[in-house]
């Protein structure tokens, strides 16, 4: 299906491209600039999620202004905002059991991905909101669950299994860049944490003013060594296999209610211009010459 719920436009895509670039800084500034002494991330947080507001409603404006999107686009925003809060309970995050990002993921590849990108703000925050997960990493959490709905909605064409393939692909991959970008909020910060515990290795942690490849590397076997064999591997295999079981009638669905809801925009019917004088006189040569 070409049409799109929401279909970013010029304006919109620079919404999205700054203040994607802006919470990109967010995440990785520590890197660049060493963090004082004792700080947090609870001191940048409100400014993170202060962005990511006036981004989501940006997105939406600017798409409303230029007439891709209508009141039924955002209430069904509301709607799958609201389905992906009550999913994200049942898996709880235990062991990496995610269920909220296979609706997220599918309902970004079906409407697109401005609507995606919206759709990973207000989910998270929803859910968060019933699972009492609120605190200074749910900013960041926004802003990544965002991230994964817009790339759903750029994936490249495909119909059948191919594109349940693709999906659940890039379900995979989308787990681990989330949990990648988690652990970025938190390990710069948490210098010192691991002294002392049998078996850590200093050599995983943060070293403020170091280089950033050097840092960098550190990070990346850090989260090797700590989440991605537990949490972000469990959350990519919920994905898989999720969308393989039910992304072909979620899909569906989904696309069911994009035709039913007609997001597209309305055909307007004009009277045509009457033919021209030289149409006219070529239509009568044209008739005389055929009945001699």
Do not use: C
Not at 122 to 141: M, N
Not at 167 to 187: C, D, E, P, Q, R
Not at 224 to 237: C, E, F, M, N
Not at 267 to 272: D, L, M, N, R, T
């Amino acid at each position: 299906m070409s049409g799109r719920a929401l279909r970013p436009q010029a304006r919109a895509w620079l919404v999205l491209a700054v203040g994607s670039l802006g919470g990109l800084v967010m995440f990785l500034w520590p890197l660049f600039v060493s963090p004082p002494d004792g700080s947090a991330h609870a001191t940048d947080s409100p400014f993170v999620f202060v962005l990511i507001l006036p981004l989501v409603i940006g997105v939406i404006l600017a798409d409303m202004s230029s007439g891709s999107i209508d009141v039924k686009a955002i209430a069904m925003l509301g709607l799958l905002a609201g389905v992906g809060a009550a999913l994200r309970p049942l898996g709880a995050g235990t062991a990496g059991l995610e269920t909220v990002f296979f609706m997220l993921i599918l309902a970004g590849r079906v409407y697109g991905p401005g609507f995606g990108f919206a759709l990973g703000s207000t989910t998270l925050f929803a859910s968060s909101l019933i699972t009492g997960g609120v605190g200074p990493w749910l900013p960041f959490q926004m802003l990544a669950a965002s991230w994964v709905g817009l790339g759903a909605g750029l994936l490249p064409r495909a119909r059948g299994r191919s594109e349940i393939a693709l999906l659940a692909a890039y379900g995979a991959f989308s787990a681990l860049a989330y949990g990648f970008l988690m652990n970025m909020w938190f390990w710069p910060f948490a210098i010192g944490t691991f002294d002392g515990v049998a078996g850590a290795d200093p050599g995983l942690q943060f070293v403020p003013g170091d280089a950033v490849l050097d840092n960098l590397h550190r990070f990346v076997m850090f989260t090797v060594a700590t989440s991605t064999l537990g949490w972000d591997l469990g959350r990519a295999i919920t994905n898989v296999v999720v969308i393989s079981f039910v992304g072909a009638p979620v899909l569906a669905t989904l696309r069911r209610a994009h035709r039913k809801a007609a997001f597209e925009p309305h055909v307007v019917f004009a009277p045509a211009d009457a033919p021209s004088a030289e149409a006219a006189t070529e239509a009568t040569v044209t008739v005389t010459s055929a009945t001699r």
